[in-house]
């Protein structure tokens, strides 16, 4: 079964102090990896989707990369407002593609 | 602001009662989702429209119906529900299978 995996679980940061979120993956042929960001009582918000091994993607204080195994979402000088969960997900390959597996996320908490 | 609306943003109803959540897009997206999300917990899919034809169902209990008019709407009808139900219940909806997901900002259910 393929399983996607975050870590760490929950990260504290000072404003200012950068750092990166790590998302490991073992599907098998892999059709993309997306990125969303999530804030308390809202839905997903979609970020990036990186679909190949050395693909890059950046926006604002975010940037995301992908390799074979893993995806990594770096964070440069983080503001308050970049607080929030960080979730990773790969579409599934059972029922053609149709659904996709997410990892259980990583809590960002940006102290002033 | 989301591209998936979903409505009401809350609803709180008895264990008797007979509610339902509405979803609407119009990003041309012709799969839609439901999911059910619990505090501190990924999204769970519930169901996958594709084609307003119901393709995934992970075996979610009957008192959840799930109806699909047209390729823009989406809809949730609630009966009997129980209090271990009460969740944000997120709609989403995707283009081609390795596109991302595109969430609403859910509807926060609460079972007396």
């Known amino acids: 079964e393929d399983q996607v995996t975050q870590s760490p679980e929950a990260l504290r940061l000072q404003e200012g102090e950068s750092s990166s979120l790590n998302c490991s993956y073992t599907v098998s042929g892999l059709r993309g990896l997306f990125w969303y960001r999530q804030d308390p009582g809202k839905g997903p918000e979609f970020l990036f989707t990186l679909y190949s091994a050395g693909e890059e993607k950046e926006k604002e204080r975010l940037k995301a990369t992908l390799t074979k195994k893993e995806s990594f979402l770096h964070i440069t000088a983080p503001k308050p407002e970049d607080s929030a969960t960080y979730l990773c997900a790969v579409p599934d390959p059972w029922g053609g593609y149709q659904k996709v597996t997410f990892g259980t996320g990583t809590k960002l908490q940006v102290i002033p | 602001d989301t591209e998936v609306t979903q409505t009401p943003k809350h609803l709180v109803m008895g264990m008797t009662n007979k509610k339902s959540l509405k979803c609407e897009q119009h990003m041309g997206h012709r799969a839609m989702y439901w999911y059910k999300q619990k505090a501190k917990k990924p999204p769970e899919l519930m169901f996958v429209?594709?084609?307003?034809?119901?393709?995934i169902n992970e075996s979610v209990p009957s008192r959840f119906s799930p109806e699909c008019p047209n390729s823009s709407l989406l809809n949730l009808h609630l009966h009997a529900l129980q209090p271990e139900d009460s969740a944000l219940y997120l709609c989403?909806?995707?283009?081609?299978?390795?596109?991302?997901?595109?969430f609403g900002d859910g509807t926060r259910l609460s079972i007396l």
């Open positions: 989403a909806s995707r283009g081609r299978s390795n596109q991302p997901q595109h």
């Open positions: 429209y594709s084609y307003e034809k119901l393709s």
